[in-house]
């Protein structure tokens, strides 16, 4: 077991490790939270006027349980009640993006992107995106936690996110300012390696002026990321997504 004894690859078995209790602890909860909120969505679609036919399907395209929900079975019913149950569906606590199969067209949806932002904040609530001492450089152990973070915005496409970074009071204030706002940069290039459009994210940087309530200004605590979705923009389809007369 001498191989051990290398640092880089003790490091990498123990990031190995911990990527696989994620999952196996994620796939393990999935169900309960689909579960969980299942029932509350047939009933909301009823109340909305698809009662017997529209269903909710919180499967990804792979089978596995998700938060996102895909809305079947309107594909006669008119404009106002479609939008009325996709309403309904989207404002159920826990619901994430909601999309409309009408047959094989996938029709995206946006409601509600406080969900997004509650979901990222959710996220950030035990963790930290964190960064190399005194550089922009994202510290490789916040990696995951941006992946999960691209994944909860995702649902929000077409809104705003402005990504706002944070220090404490040490240093000079200009040379905070100017680090906040690179690690914000330096997240949003992150989360436009994910799938997330540059165009819908905006970056501030704070430097210690917004500390975290309750802190003082030089906890080193106040060093953080933030996220808000700010606005809703609602995506123009494309002739090849526009689907056909239903």
Known sequence: MNFLRKPYVAISIGLLACFVLAVTIGSANAPTVVERISAPAADAIAEAGGGGKVEAHFRTPNGFPSRHVVLTGAEGLDEATRNDIAHAV?????VGGISWSDGDVMVEQHFSPLHCQEDVQALLRARTIRFEEGSAQIDAGSQSLIDEVAGALRPCLGAVIEVSGHTD??????????????????????????????????????????PVEGLEPTD????RIEFAVVSTQPLLPTPVDTPGPR
């Not at 989207?90 to 826990?94: F, I, K, Q, R, V």
């Not at 080193?220 to 060093?223: I, S, T």
């Open 169 to 210: 009071r040490s240093g000079p204030e200009e040379r905070n300012i100017v680090l906040s706002r690179e690690r914000a940069q330096a997240v949003k290039q992150a989360l436009v390696r994910r799938g997330i459009p540059a165009e819908e994210v905006r970056v501030t940087g704070e430097g210690s002026a917004v």
């Open 90 to 94: 989207a404002g159920l606590p826990g």
């Open 220 to 223: 080193p605590a106040n060093r």
